[in-house]
């Protein structure tokens, strides 16, 4: 059995610190009563923790995890590429959904053992008196932080931008892909 398979890496680990850190920078250390969700200092932030929790227990009810709407919570960003992560034995491949941001708008760096992938879709300038009756194209700036498996090669990475997808190649190291070795037990 290969418990790859069952416990893949979690390749969004430090995104998920980050966005659990950003989260706590507007909290104090206080607790409401019976409970452990920390108070924010910030009333807007508080209403819309509120807000996040009411719809969460909602939805929860009928089996769903997030709001089907919105992706999430209020307090997410509205703008997040989607990624599709695939391996093979010689590499990784991953894709992120861009649409509507172009090359110019798009940086991938490596820090450290993270690979950050961070971009911006540009709002149109639309100067006409036009009165708009509903807006949902999302625009913003966006951060996606891939945390790096032990077997990625930090030096044979490559990037290509080509009709609003993002695509990298991470090349894998087979000494280190699935290394392990047996313990003697005395």
Do not use: C
Request: no cysteine; charged share 35%; aromatic share 8%.
């Amino acid at each position: 059995m290969d418990l790859k398979k069952i416990s893949p890496w979690n390749w969004f680990r430090k995104e998920q610190e980050q966005a659990r850190e950003q989260q706590n920078m507007n909290a104090v250390p206080a607790t409401r009563e019976g409970g452990s969700q920390p108070v924010s200092s910030d009333p807007v932030t508080s209403l819309h923790d509120r807000m996040d929790r009411l719809f969460d227990d909602f939805y929860r009810q009928f089996g769903l995890s997030q709001w089907p709407a919105l992706g999430g919570g209020i307090t997410e960003d509205f703008f997040r590429p989607s990624v599709d992560i695939k391996e093979s034995d010689r590499h990784y491949t991953l894709h992120v959904d861009m649409p509507g941001v172009e090359k110019d708008d798009v940086k991938v760096e490596l820090e450290g053992d993270a690979l950050v992938i961070r971009g911006e879709k540009q709002q149109e300038r639309d100067d006409s008196d036009d009165n708009y009756h509903f807006v949902e194209r999302r625009y913003g700036a966006f951060q996606r932080i891939l945390d790096l498996p032990a077997d990625a090669r930090a030096d044979d990475l490559r990037a290509k931008f080509r009709n609003g997808v993002l695509t990298i190649t991470i090349g894998r190291d087979p000494e280190q892909a699935g290394s392990s070795r047996r313990i003697e037990v005395e």
